[in-house]
């Protein structure tokens, strides 16, 4: 399913159950203020019926106490249609009526409905009286109450006052049927209208909330392996939508480097290992094509082997390194005679360096120790070969707070910010006047700051004078 479809979907089945829910809810409070509009009607009508028999019967001189049996005896026509019109109802037949005096005992009453057995039934001390004005007396009580008959519901009032009472019955289905069928004509309309409103409503959003998506697709279609430097802007943009394509173009970014990054470094690569490999060959076809083989120089041979199975080692670990997979052997490590050591190996190396050594005593760090000899042996090598060695070379080390600090100080030749600023890309070995007559890959910095990483500390440049190398290395303590 597209996604504008799941959005159009959804929209339109929340509208459509909001719409429900509110024709539901009016219903029932329509339902509610007509059924209290009811009450007050049947009170009135209630209060009103016996004064207008009454009348009547006082018009036609009937004698007292006289006894009437049928509700059509006094109701004439026009008191008819006026009580079916107010009760909105459509016959007598839907009307339950007695009317009592103490005068002339019942003045009318219905057909077929023992009325007074359906008044003594019902529950009218616990129903709530509804007080009507009367102009003789200051206050009328009207009750009212819902009851069954003929299997369905009826609502009636009882309305009371000293010699008089009357009763009136209606069927609520009866007088509520109006309502329905004008809420019926209304919703006919109402809702195809609402629920093409809706589907433009939901059309609309649909569309304008899968634009920026359309358009990051866009960005992403145009992206190839030689063009990572597309971008997608975020003009107008929601918060959400602004994180999203934030989120992607910081991945391209990501990608662009890592891209160009792994392109140098095969370029490197490769002409780092043409040199050796080179040499190799030309020494095997000397001696293939001399006329004496001894005349085979297996030293040089077996340096440039021994270059070309450095440079491998050290690609491998670099790899292991960019994919997380570096492993470790790791255990308690006394980095005091680690460093004694090697720093004991470098004195014996070179008569003409001078050496300034201050390490603390009880150093100890967890990680694995050819790795980490491997990355201290990188840079007091680097410190060997492009030092000035009569300036000297300081080597501190040192527990800082929860982290063991080796900080190593070199004289050389005065070092640009450009060249300082590239010293730990791969295969990077400084300008000419650096690196004349001195052999190395390239590798040994980045290697030695990936091992740092990866035991949870870091090899850094420190800031210095152009004359100056300080490299700082941080690694965690035991504890």
């Not at 959804?10 to 203020?33: E, K, P």
């Not at 009636?156 to 000293?162: D, G, M, N, R, W």
């Not at 007088?175 to 069928?181: D, I, M, N, V």
Request: hydrophobic share 45%.
């Amino acid at each position: 399913m597209y996604f504008r479809t799941r959005i159009f979907s959804m929209s339109i089945l929340t509208v459509s159950a909001v719409l429900a829910m509110v024709i539901s809810l009016s219903w029932s409070r329509i339902m509610q203020v007509e059924l209290d509009h009811l009450d007050s009607r049947l009170c009135m009508e209630a209060k009103r019926i016996p004064n207008r028999l009454q009348r009547k019967l006082d018009e036609d001189d009937s004698p007292a106490n006289v006894s009437i049996s049928s509700e059509t005896e006094l109701l004439d026509s026009r008191l008819i249609d006026d009580l079916v019109d107010k009760l909105r109802v459509s016959s007598l037949n839907q009307l339950i009526i007695l009317v009592e005096s103490g005068e002339h005992a019942i003045l009318t009453k219905s057909e077929g409905a023992d009325v007074q057995q359906i008044i003594n039934r019902l529950n009218w001390v616990g129903a709530a009286p509804l007080q009507l004005t009367d102009k003789n007396r200051r206050n009328a009580l009207c009750q009212v109450a819902f009851f069954e008959h003929q299997q369905n519901q009826w609502r009636a009032s009882l309305f009371q006052v000293p010699g008089k009472q009357s009763f009136i019955a209606v069927d609520v289905a009866a007088t509520t049927r109006q309502l329905q069928s004008t809420l019926r004509q209304a919703l006919i309309f109402v809702i195809p209208f609402s629920l093409f409103l809706s589907i433009l409503g939901a059309w609309f959003i649909a569309s304008n909330t899968i634009r920026p998506i359309k358009r990051l697709h866009k960005s992403m279609d145009r992206v190839t392996q030689k063009d990572l430097s597309h971008r997608v802007p975020e003009h107008k943009e929601d918060a959400e939508f602004k994180m999203l394509i934030d989120a992607y173009n910081t991945m391209l970014e990501r990608l662009e480097d890592s891209f160009q990054q792994v392109s140098r470094f095969t370029a490197d690569a490769a002409h780092e290992l043409k040199t050796p490999l080179t040499v190799l060959r030309g020494k095997l076809e000397q001696a293939v094509l001399s006329e004496n083989p001894s005349q085979l120089d297996l030293n040089a041979i077996l340096d440039e082997v021994g270059h070309l199975s450095a440079i491998t080692r050290k690609l491998l670990l670099l790899s292991q390194a960019d994919s997380c997979s570096l492993a470790l052997h790791l255990e308690p490590i006394n980095m005091t005679e680690l460093l004694d050591e090697l720093t004991a190996d470098m004195e014996l190396m070179s008569d003409e360096l001078v050496l300034h050594c201050s390490i603390d005593r009880a150093l100890t760090t967890k990680g694995d120790i050819v790795l980490l000899r491997q990355l201290l042996n990188n840079l007091l090598v680097n410190v060997m070969r492009y030092s000035l060695h009569d300036k000297g070379v300081t080597i501190q080390a040192s527990q800082n707070e929860s982290c063991i600090e080796v900080i190593i100080s070199n004289a050389c030749l005065a070092m640009s910010d450009e060249v300082r600023s590239q010293l730990f890309e791969r295969f990077y070995r400084g300008e000419s006047e650096h690196t004349q007559g001195i052999s190395g890959s390239g590798l040994g910095l980045s290697l030695a700051r990936e091992i740092a990483r990866a035991h949870g500390g870091d090899l850094t440049l420190e800031p210095s004078v152009k004359e100056l190398v300080t490299m700082r290395l941080i690694l965690p303590i035991v504890k």
